[in-house]
T-cell receptor
Framework: EAGVTQFPSHSVIEKGQTVTLRCDPI?????LYWYRRVMGKEIKFLLH????????ESGMPNNRFLAERTGGTYSTLKVQPAELEDSGVYFC?????????????FGPGTRLLVL | AQSVTQLGSHVSVSEGALVLLRCNYS??????LFWYVQYPNQGLQLLLK??????LVKGINGFEAEFKKSETSFHLTKPSAHMSDAAEYFC??????????FGTGTSLTVIP
């Protein structure tokens, strides 16, 4: 069974540009999460999808970030326009249920550097 | 509210020595606790999890962790470090609704 995949693995962009990150969850997992780790700090929750609906987006930093999950399969996270402080590693995770008991399976992350 | 504190951002041990990575948590509800490991250029991999069953949890690769409610701790241990254990380790607590709260991570170096 394929794990969670993320694309691209690395992205280097200039301030003001737009970047779109993609996450493909494990097949059959209704729950999809985005997290971000700024260098040296903790991994922080961004948002949670249940199928195509946003269950919790309390961690989204500001309105420059837009997440979508059309059709309840893969998800995209767009940053527009990117700022220097958006640099970090963006992780995607998926799980089958929403109780908090279920393990979240993480992808390898996308390393974003904004210059 | 939930939070996790990992003491020691870097830990070094000799090969064959005991590994002890510390994690203290804060939770307003009975917690579910996790340890994840990240090897270079890979995603986070689950080591073990505590979900209110046995307080001593055994995970993969010889790791285990003990839930101590009185100390609000969930420290990760391994009796004998191996070179392949060198990685970054994250402790996490889950909240109702499934959001995870992570610690800042501990980078483990194993010295030959």
């Amino acid at each position: 069974e394929a794990g969670v995949t993320q694309f691209p693995s690395h992205s280097v962009i200039e301030k003001g540009q737009t970047v779109t990150l993609r996450c493909d969850p494990i097949s059959g997992h209704d729950n999809l999460y985005w997290y971000r780790r700024v260098m040296g700090k903790e991994i922080k929750f961004l948002l949670h999808f249940v199928k195509e609906s946003k269950q919790d987006e309390s961690g989204m930093p500001n309105n420059r970030f837009l997440a979508e999950r059309t059709g309840g399969t893969y998800s995209t996270l767009k940053v527009q326009p990117a700022e220097l402080e958006d640099s970090g590693v963006y992780f995607c995770a998926s799980s089958q249920d929403r109780t908090g008991l279920e393990t979240q399976y993480f992808g390898p992350g996308t390393r974003l550097l904004v210059l | 509210a939930q939070s996790v504190t990992q003491l020691g951002s870097h830990v070094s041990v000799s090969e064959g020595a005991l590994v002890l990575l510390r994690c203290n948590y804060s939770s307003s509800v009975p917690p579910y606790l996790f340890w994840y490991v990240q090897y270079p250029n890979q995603g986070l991999q689950l080591l073990l999890k505590y979900t209110s069953a046995a307080t001593l949890v055994k995970g993969i690769n010889g790791f285990e962790a003990e839930f101590k409610k009185s100390e609000t701790s969930f420290h990760l241990t391994k009796p004998s470090a191996h070179m392949s254990d060198a990685a970054e380790y994250f402790c996490a607590v889950s909240a109702p609704g499934n959001q995870f709260y992570f610690g800042t991570g501990t980078s483990l170096t194993v010295i030959p």
